[in-house]
């Protein structure tokens, strides 16, 4: 894999409004630095032992995504330096990481997960459950965190039309939630739907955030 040559390729076909998180899980330090050394600073990762350990190996001015499930017990370990949190799809654990935000003194960017795909292993929110978090008191009183949009995936499938749909259903209801809710916050503006299979599609759709691993790094080995 050239990675320095894919990731320079991707970049310069994204719109300039659509950010890239570098998908690195797996992925060695040299991997990341090959990448970070063309000038990429956006990494995701999804699991929070690996996370911390390169934090700590690699350059300070990586911006950390975290990407996969959260545990709730585990937000301390990330929230002194990370950057975004993509999947938050409870109250329980965005109670933590503003908690945590606190003991940290800092805000913590962060995504509402929604359930998109078919599939019923997918963790997500239901439009319904988002709603219920967004109106309840608890949510108005919590000021450590910073609510940037919402993220989604689509299902694992060659079925272009039902992935199309997906997005294109997400994307309604980004704009639904944001009219309704958040018609003056000017920074609930981010939409992260993409991977490697899907990102073209995501980006017609109104991703502005792909998460893109192995176009980039290759295939992982687990
Ligand atoms: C692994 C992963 C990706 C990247 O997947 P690729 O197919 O390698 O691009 C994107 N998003 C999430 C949540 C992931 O876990």
Redesign the pocket.
């Known amino acids: 894999m050239d990675i320095k040559k894919n990731i320079l390729s991707i970049k310069a076909n994204l719109p300039d409004n659509v950010k890239l998180?570098a998908?690195s899980?797996t992925k060695p330090n040299e991997d990341i630095l090959t990448a970070y050394n063309a000038g990429h600073i956006i990494f995701?990762e999804?699991k929070v032992q690996e996370l911390t350990k390169k934090h700590e190996e690699l350059p300070k001015d990586i911006q950390w995504h975290f990407?996969?499930h959260l545990q709730t017990n585990k937000v301390k370990y990330i929230a002194p330096f990370v950057s975004m949190i993509?999947?938050v799809d409870s109250l329980k654990l965005l109670r933590a990481i503003n908690k945590e935000a606190i003991k940290n003194d800092r805000k913590i960017e962060y995504l509402f997960q929604l359930h998109i795909a078919e599939e019923e292993s997918k963790f997500g929110l239901t439009l319904n459950k988002l709603e219920e978090i967004i109106c309840s008191e608890e949510f108005k009183q919590i000021k450590n965190v910073n609510l940037r949009g919402l993220m989604g995936?689509a299902t694992y499938t060659n079925n272009i039309e039902q992935i199309k749909n997906e997005f294109g259903g997400l994307k309604k209801q980004f704009d639904q939630i944001k009219a309704k809710y958040f018609a003056e916050k000017h920074d609930f503006n981010e939409l992260s739907m993409g991977?490697?299979?899907d990102?073209e599609l995501a980006v017609k759709n109104g991703s502005t955030m792909v998460?893109?691993?192995?176009?980039i790094f290759g295939e992982?080995n687990y």
């Open positions: 998180v998908v899980k995701g999804n990407i996969g993509h999947a995936m991977m490697s299979s990102f998460r893109i691993g192995s176009t992982r």
